[in-house]
């Protein structure tokens, strides 16, 4: 009765949490590193956004690895967060391919810019001949010597833009050694400009060039292509400047971006995107959610009528599955798609299944003569390895199903997959420890003998 007593407590709290979790309207939770806005994530057919497909470039004499693709989703996943996409999801399918999918995003071309771009950025020793903003040169970015320019004899003809473009540029460090990078607005010009901290390694570097080449040209260039040139006034011991070119307040945050969250190890190409509508929208979630509560409150109807007294336990099981699994899908959060929410719904059967099972098992006890107490621990006990075989199965399956979407960039089946085994882990644990309690709690009072109508016997 003791223990009973403890469990009950914990299964109210439990549940006041998960209520208080699904109320909308509250503040999003602030704890530590742990943020959450307690809204539901909707997927892009019930909200509509932008899918695309990226393919890694080929190199040659270079093979794409697992590792590299695994590095490339993650710095993807960054700056997608940093440009203020929320939600995104974003998925290696293949050998070279990352599927991403953007919930409710709007502004497509940015994203896709900042998504396809490499991020490379280099400062190249230019000497005393810069080139224009936008030229695409050549550097030696895995050398760790200047490259030798050759000589202009006396006399000889300048070089030409072309000869320029066709040397090899001595880069003296890469964008990996900035850490912090930040858009401001100059004062005096109000030119949009990014702001950028080094790291220690960095500011030597970047002092002890400062100091031994005043006068000369130091190019800041992206993904192979010159942003800016400026001219080395004074030595630069700090570590801190900023990069100045033709910026909108755009195109400067997409670089800050890129600075922050480091370089994609390979280059990729868009080779699909695409606009989704909302297939499904408001009116179709509504009724979705009118259809599942129909289905729970029939089901809990017919508990209640077959098994009575245990089938109102029952209910009351199935009520407290509902809240939890919704206060996890909140708390997680689950992007939820129509394949998601048939996945929840049909782990609602597996929760009914359960229970069915420990009643009847339950009531063959009781018909024996055993006492309530005895007979819910024992038909709990004897129903317990048909319960965890047929779900440790449908895990199984689960687990399978994950996979293969992962893999084939199914993301209908992967939502399907994981809200299945959520709501079947969550199944488990309301009818092994909360319908158990509330049947403790319930029947433990009653003897069968004087009311075998209430147990549906």
Known sequence: MRRNSVNLILILILLA?????????????????FQRTMDLVLGLDLQGGMQVILQAKDTPGKT?????????????????????????????????????????????????????????????????????????????????????????????AAPTTADLKARVWHTLMTGDQISVATVTTQANTSNIVVNFELKDAGTKIFKDYTTNNIGKYLAIVLDKTIISAP?????????????????????????????????????????????????????????????????LFVIMLFMVIYY??????????????ALISLALFRLIPVTLTMSGIAGFVLSIGMAVDANILIFERMKEELRAGRTQANAIDLGWRR??????????????????????????GATIVKGFAFTLALGVVVSLFTAVFVSRTFLHTVLDRIKFSEHPTWFGA
Request: with cysteine; glycine share 10%.
């Open 308 to 321: 009575r007294l245990p089938g109102i336990v029952a209910a009351l099981g199935l009520a407290t599955y």
């Open 64 to 156: 794409i690895t697992i590792d590299q693709m695994n590095n490339a989703k993650s710095i993807l996943e960054s700056r997608s967060n940093g440009l203020g996409v929320s939600e995104v999801s974003l998925q290696t399918v293949g050998a070279n391919r990352i599927v991403g999918e953007f919930p409710g995003l709007t502004k497509t071309d940015e994203v896709l810019n900042t998504l396809k771009e490499t991020g490379q950025l280099e400062f190249v020793d230019m000497g005393s001949t810069p080139l224009p903003e936008g030229t695409v040169i050549i550097t030696d970015l895995n050398s760790t010597t200047p490259a030798v320019l050759p000589t202009q004899a006396a006399g000889a």
């Open 383 to 408: 129903a317990w390895n048909s319960i965890r075989d047929s779900n440790i199965s449908t895990l199984i399956t689960c687990v399978i199903l994950f996979w293969f979407g992962s893999q084939f």
């Open 17 to 33: 949490l998960s209520i208080w979790v699904n109320v909308p309207g509250h503040p999003q939770i602030n704890l530590g590193g």
């Open 231 to 295: 001219v080395i006034n004074s030595p630069i011991p700090e570590g801190k400047g900023y990069i100045e070119g033709k910026f909108t307040q755009e195109t400067a945050n997409n670089l800050a971006v890129q600075l922050r969250y480091g370089s994609l190890p390979v280059a990729f190409d868009v080779i699909q995107s695409q606009v989704v509508g909302p297939t499904l929208g408001q009116d179709s979630i509504h009724k979705s959610i009118i259809a599942g509560l129909i289905g």
